[in-house]
């Protein structure tokens, strides 16, 4: 299964969910990979403080193969990283649709999942990216802006119609959970009216302290933490999203221990 996470504007925690799912299903034991497509952007790779080798880029302007690309995240999944800002690429032009599928059926052979971090707003490289899903998560903050052109993207992206059953919708930042709904339902609703598209609404992230001092610090160990309370907001989306039977059958309930990469510790889980 491949999930791509969108939205209409930046800074509405994007990266945070990716990199949330995607540790929550390799706690399940599914071979899970992150794709930073976020192109030129590699906050990924910042964050889990990555020294790439090759990128995300190079893989769709077929430099290298994906197995060279693949890098290991020490959270029991795998990274394929985007380069860092300024590198022009194939992938930032219109015309990768035939790559970017083409990878994502090689990826589909190698993985059980795969969270793609498509980046925002209406350009080409992010449609296609999410036309190529399985899924699209498209996400929102309660900011008028943010609906607005969250609103925009999925009216780009059902002039697709093989796009107009695989929309999901994801409110963040907010303080409760009835705020959240009422802008989901609102974004559903003229959706629903002016383009027949109805996205299945998944639930919101609230506003979290322990996540907002875990990414200053790019602490990632604080932001899996049970304290974390968009962590789990997030694992909870995984479950509807992914499936919880796929994700109980792999699960090992006995504990096991995972080296701490932060703090150089050991800890059962």
């Known amino acids: 299964m491949i999930i791509s ?4 504007k930046g800074g509405i ?8 799912m995607a540790y929550h299903a390799a706690q399940a034991r599914l071979r899970t990979l992150l794709v930073d497509a976020d192109f030129g952007l590699s906050n990924i790779g910042i964050l889990l403080n990555l020294e790439r080798r090759h990128s995300v880029e190079d893989v769709l302007e ?7 690309a693949f890098m290991d995240s ?3 999944f795998s990274v394929l990283p985007s380069a860092y ?11 990768v649709t035939s790559q970017v599928k083409d990878t994502f059926n090689e990826l589909r052979t190698m993985f059980d999942v795969v969270i793609v971090d498509a980046g925002t707003g209406i350009h080409s490289s992010v449609l296609n990216l999410n036309h ?7 996400m929102s903050s309660l900011d008028p802006h943010s609906v607005t052109d969250s609103y925009a ?4 992206m059902s002039l697709n119609q093989d796009m107009t059953s695989k929309l999901d919708l994801v ?7 009835k705020e959240a709904t009422k802008t989901a339902e609102s974004i559903i609703s003229v959706a629903t009216k002016h383009i027949g598209v109805v996205p299945h609404y998944l639930g919101f992230i609230p506003e979290d302290d322990v996540l907002a001092n875990a990414v200053l610090n790019r602490n990632l160990s604080k932001m899996f933490s049970q304290n974390c309370l968009a962590h789990q907001a997030w694992c909870q989306i995984s479950h509807k999203l992914i499936g919880e039977k796929n994700l109980i059958k792999n699960m090992d309930t006995s504990t096991h221990v995972r080296r701490d990469p932060d703090e150089g510790t050991s800890q059962a889980v």
Do not use: E, F
Not at 132 to 138: F, L, P
Not at 153 to 156: D, H, S, T, Y
């Open 132 to 138: 190529s899903s399985d899924h699209t998560i498209v």
């Open 74 to 76: 020490r959270y029991g």
């Open 171 to 177: 409110i963040t930042r907010s303080s409760s959970p």
């Open 153 to 156: 993207q999925i009216k780009l």
């Open 5 to 8: 996470v969108t939205g209409g």
């Open 13 to 20: 925690g994007k990266t945070i969910g990716c990199l949330a």
């Open 85 to 95: 800002a300024g590198k022009v690429s194939l992938a930032m032009r219109d015309n």
């Open 62 to 68: 077929r430099n290298v193969s994906l197995a060279d």
